[in-house]
């Protein structure tokens, strides 16, 4: 089991940064693929990026490719999506996501995560 709390939402400008983290308790952080999701008001939510247990990234929405990060520190047991070149079209409740897997990444379907978190809002606003 594994509980997984976001934290760094907020609210920025278009064009700016920030960075969101993924805080695991329970056992096995490090068995885990890690995954972040986002939903925009009247949107279903998608996949944007993953991090599988031995680093390799794989990316979901194209939208984000050069200018989204994900990382993970399973000393400390968490994840973090770096968000980069923000446009307003990322506004988002932004969850991140966990299934035990010994390789890889498992895919950008919600069906395939076991463990999500509460969530954090980021709105890209000026």
């Known amino acids: 089991q594994l509980q997984l709390v976001e934290s760094g939402g907020g609210l920025v400008q278009p064009g700016g940064s920030l960075r969101l983290s993924c805080t695991a308790s329970g056992r096995s952080f490090d068995y885990h693929a890690i995954a972040w999701f986002r939903q925009a008001p009247g949107k279903e939510r998608e996949g944007v990026l993953c991090?599988?247990?031995?680093?390799?990234?794989?990316i979901y929405a194209d939208s984000v490719r050069g200018r989204f990060g994900i990382s993970r520190d399973n000393a400390r047991n968490s994840a973090s999506l770096q968000m980069g070149s923000l446009r307003t079209e990322d506004t988002a409740v932004y969850y991140c996501?966990?299934?035990?897997?010994?390789?890889?990444?498992?895919?950008?379907?919600?069906?395939?995560?076991?463990?999500w978190g509460q969530g954090t809002q980021v709105t890209v606003s000026s």
């Open positions: 996501a966990a299934v035990a897997r010994l390789r890889g990444c498992p895919g950008a379907r919600e069906s395939q995560y076991d463990y």
């Open positions: 991090i599988s247990r031995h680093g390799d990234i794989s």
